[in-house]
Structures are given as C-alpha cells and as structure tokens.
C-alpha cells in the first residue's frame, strides 16, 4: 500500500465563513464555498439572497467583515479589483462598470496592464470579438452601445485578462439563443483549459448545462450544494425558493380596439453609431400581447424612443395611441393617454440612483401630488409601500435608495409603479433582466393579469422563452426593420432565429405562394364543382 500519496491539488478558491452585515441586511452569513480548477460552479439564490456581494467580495471591490478567502492555496486579502486582477481574477458584472464618453478600446485599456499601446488593444479586441462571435466596434463609444453591445464590451475585456478564475454576473440576460450558444462554447472551452467559473444566472437550463457544481444562498446562508445536471428546474426551485414557481395561466386573447397604431415609422439614427428605423409598421390592440424579439442593437432602443415620447422626430400621424396622433407628443402627454413604459436600463432611466423609491414614483404618476404642486407625503409613501408589498420586493422601505436594492428588486418596483398606474398601453422592455425565476413568473403574470383585464401590452425582449410564454404574436427587429408579425402557435425558436439575421423576407413570400397555391385550389374545386 503507497503511505506517500500525493495530496489532492489545490482548489482554485476556498471561501470560509465569509460573513458581511450592512446597516439594514446581513448579506452575507458564514458563507463557505469551494471551487476547483477548470469547475464551472453555479451560485443560484433568489434576489437579494447575497450572491452579487458574495462575488465582489472575491473581486476586492467590497471588504468582507469576517472570514478568509483562499486563491490557488494561499491566503489572501483582496483589497481592490486591480490585486484580484493580478492574482487572475476577473469579473463580469450585471450593472457594468463603463466610462460613457470613452470608446469600447479605450474602456477595455484601462482595466488592462498600461505596457500595451491602444492600438495593440484594439487588434486584441477585434480578434477576441471574432473568435468568440461577440461583434463590437472598438472605436465606438460606449453612450452608443444599446445594454447588449455593453455587456459584450465586459466579457472581452474579462477574458482578455486571461483569468485564472472568472466571475460571470447574469452574462446571458441579454443575449439571443445562437449568442448564448457561442459564449457557452467559449465558456466550456475557458473551463477545459483550466480557468475556474463562477456563474450567476437565474436561467435554471442554462446552469444544468453548463456547470459541474452548484452553491445555493437563501437570505446570506448557504442552503445547498448540488450537481446541477442531477437536477431538475423545479428541484433547483424549491432549494432556491423553498418552492417551485407558480404556472403561468395563458387564456385566449380577447381582442379589442387598437390602442398602438405604428404606420410607415422611418426615422434617421440620432448618431453615427445608431440604428436608422426604415418602414415600421405595427398593431396592439387592448387584450393582446405582442412581443418584439432581436438581437440586441438592431433599432430596439430607437424604436422604444420613439414610442415613448423620447424622441418626437415621427410624423404626428405615425404612431397613434388610442386612436390619438402621437408621433410628436413627449412622455407625460402620452400617459394622459394610458402609456406607460418601463425602460430596460433601471438605474438612471427607469429610477434616479440616489433618491428614495417613494419618490422615485414620482417620475411617472403623480397621484400624491396636491394642488399647487404640493406633494403629500403620506400618501406617497402608502403608495410606494402598497406597491412594495403587493410585488415582494426586498427593500428597507419606501425611504430606501433605489441604488441600495438589488438588480432584480429593482427591476420589480419599476415594473410595479408602471402596472399599478392600470395603463391602457403598457411598453416593457426587459421585463425580467436579472430577476429569479420566482419574481419573473410574477411579473409575467402580472404582465397577463393586464392583458386580461383589457391593457394593451408590447413587451421588447431578447429571452425568447420569455417572449414565447406570455407573447400572443411575435414580430422580430433586424437592422431597423420589423418583420411581420407571427402567432405565437406558429412561431418556432428556429425560425425567430433566423428572423434575427432579417431572413424573413423569404418566409413570407414562401407563405404567400402557399396562400396563392391554396386559393388556385379552391378556385379549381368550385370551377369544377360547377
């Protein structure tokens, strides 16, 4: 018998009973987790279960209050990005961490060491962008980038770093099914060759395909550890929620008027990096609806300016909205028409970081608003309280900073305010970016509880899960343009797929000849009938 075996390799991260306490919350209790080299190790927990502050703690951006952190068999003390980047830590966050005003390279040099010249960086993100399929411009700046295109910028400047161990924060929120495919195959890839993998997502296939282990938290603590690919989403549901998420009840839809009326929409991009809108033409009509699926950059966020009152450039005529010509109102002249909207970024267009979610409401209802401008306090509070109450949603109150919430609370207050203004058109962009599986089903309840009861609802997403559950018709946006739309029982993943690359033209005149060969028929039958 060999006495002298050698000892297990070391594990990539060790972390002991990591402990952090803010003034409101425990985020994080005891926490211990291990990670081996080339592991892709999920960490799943409802919002506000601690995962993200777990992940900045070994990131170095926050300082844990007790506990130690072990990287390659070493105790360390991360005190800052920068040292965790030079042990080989790398991290992708939900909320990205870009300057506005400096261009994709520009951005990506500065997490990067400064003996590369910029030009070296930008050949290195061109040919990083090719292998991975991430396309990105490096000369663009970023205020140009739609929420997509940024998170692509984040994920090559991570794997540009080489890490030893790369931390992934939501990395597919906005991603469409081929990207997704891409970055797993990147991911696999990384993992083969020895880099360990933190992966947070609250997408339960994805984390049975693509990762070994699985750590789960529940309010700071850990409660599990699994294999994930032993598991099922609804035995992954109840260890993150104690339950699994309530099935959504689709009923036929119940049509009514038209309550948005887009006709011949073209408008030029606002910059040289935007999306010219050519031709759009849309209906939805009170009871339905209707989902805008596409790759992310391709005229989404054009579209939903225009819509919403952002940009008033359209033709009076060419948006309508409850029969009213709306192309050139502003925003408040449309709510008093029953639109409302949720934008999909969430900090600094849907919420102002710093200001309390109480007041926070007032960016779009003005029900505690007196005579004279006069706010009534009370009843604001009671207001943002209901809401908080009536969406689950984790937050110290409605004093609480909307900067102090996490991403997917956050996301549920915006979408609450909105659905509680009883809308009659209610425009959603990424209803559930960063939400878990539990707060989407509700949201995406709610979104058909509105349908139901009358509202007219577009929902712009890049989760075609999502859009497939709660869409009744489905059209999809490439390069400025709208498809046609297609019925949700009709469509197929691999046909909105090929739609995203604007390849639809071809299915509609195959599906006219159809129709064309369908009616020769009849008319053949009834002559000879005759």
């Known amino acids: 018998m060999n006495t002298h075996a050698s000892p297990p390799p070391s594990a990539r991260l060790v972390l002991q009973g990591i402990t952090k306490r803010y003034p409101s919350v425990v985020a994080n209790s005891g926490v211990s987790l291990t990670v081996q080299p080339g592991e892709t190790h999920a960490v799943l927990g409802e919002n506000g279960a601690g995962k993200s502050t777990l992940m900045k703690i070994i990131y170095g951006s926050v300082k844990p209050d007790e506990g130690t952190v072990l990287f390659n068999g070493q105790s360390v003390n991360v005190r800052n ?34 003996h590369f010249k910029l030009a070296e960086v930008t050949r290195r ?29 984040e994920i090559i400047r991570a794997l540009l770093t080489d890490p030893k161990l790369l931390i992934l924060d939501e990395p597919t929120s906005v991603l469409t099914p081929q990207a997704v495919e891409k970055l797993f195959v990147v991911l696999k890839k990384l993992a083969a060759e020895g ?31 699994c294999n994930p690919a032993e598991e099922s989403n609804a035995s992954l549901s109840r260890l993150m929620i104690g339950a699994e998420p309530p099935a959504l009840e689709h009923r036929p839809a119940k049509l009514g008027a038209t309550v948005l009326g887009v006709s011949g929409l073209s408008l030029p991009r606002l910059d040289q990096f935007g999306v010219d809108l050519i031709d759009v033409n849309l209906e939805v009509r009170a009871g339905e609806v209707v989902g805008i699926a596409g790759v992310s950059g391709n005229g989404q966020q054009e579209l939903l300016y225009a819509l919403s009152g952002e940009d008033t450039r359209a033709a009076p005529a060419a948006i309508s909205v409850a029969g009213q010509a709306a192309g050139q109102l502003p925003p408040q002249r ?62 110290g109150g409605p004093q609480a900073a909307a900067k102090s919430l996490s991403g997917g609370n956050l996301q549920k207050f915006i979408v609450g305010r909105e659905i509680d203004a009883k809308p009659r058109l209610l425009i959603v962009s990424q209803p559930t970016w960063g939400v878990d599986v539990g707060a989407a089903a509700q949201i995406r309840g709610e979104i ?54 604007g390849l639809w033209n071809e299915d509609v005149q195959a599906h006219l000849a159809e129709l064309d060969q369908a009616h020769g028929a009849a008319a053949e039958v009834s002559h000879v009938q005759a």
């Open 334 to 395: 449309r709510r008093a028409l029953g639109l409302y909207f949720v934008p999909e970024e969430r900090l600094g267009r849907g919420a102002v970081p710093t200001m309390g979610l109480a007041h926070n409401l007032l960016l779009t209802r003005d029900e505690a608003v007196g005579g004279g401008g006069w706010l009534k306090l009370g009843a604001l509070e009671a207001q943002a309280a209901d809401i908080i109450r009536r969406f689950n949603v984790k937050a």
């Open 448 to 501: 058909l509880a509105l349908r139901d009861a009358g509202c007219a609802v577009l929902v712009v997403s890049e989760e075609l899960d999502e859009l497939f559950e709660i869409s009744d018709r489905l059209h999809v946006i490439a390069k400025g343009r709208l498809s046609p739309s297609v019925a949700r029982t009709q469509a197929t993943v691999e046909k909105i797929g090929e739609w995203m690359s």
């Open 195 to 225: 880099c360990s993998i933190l992966y947070i997502s609250h997408k339960l296939h994805e984390i049975r395909e693509l990762c070994t282990a699985c750590t789960v938290l529940r309010g700071g603590k850990v409660t599990g550890v």
């Open 81 to 114: 990005p920068q040292e965790a980047r030079a042990l080989g830590i790398s991290m992708v966050f939900q909320h990205f961490s870009l300057f506005d005003t400096l261009t994709v390279a520009e951005n990506v040099w500065l997490g990067l060491d400064k």
């Open 125 to 153: 993100i061109t040919q990083k962008a090719s292998e991975y399929g991430l396309d990105i411009d490096p000369s663009r700046p970023v205020h140009t980038l739609s929420v997509g295109e940024m998170q692509r910028v």
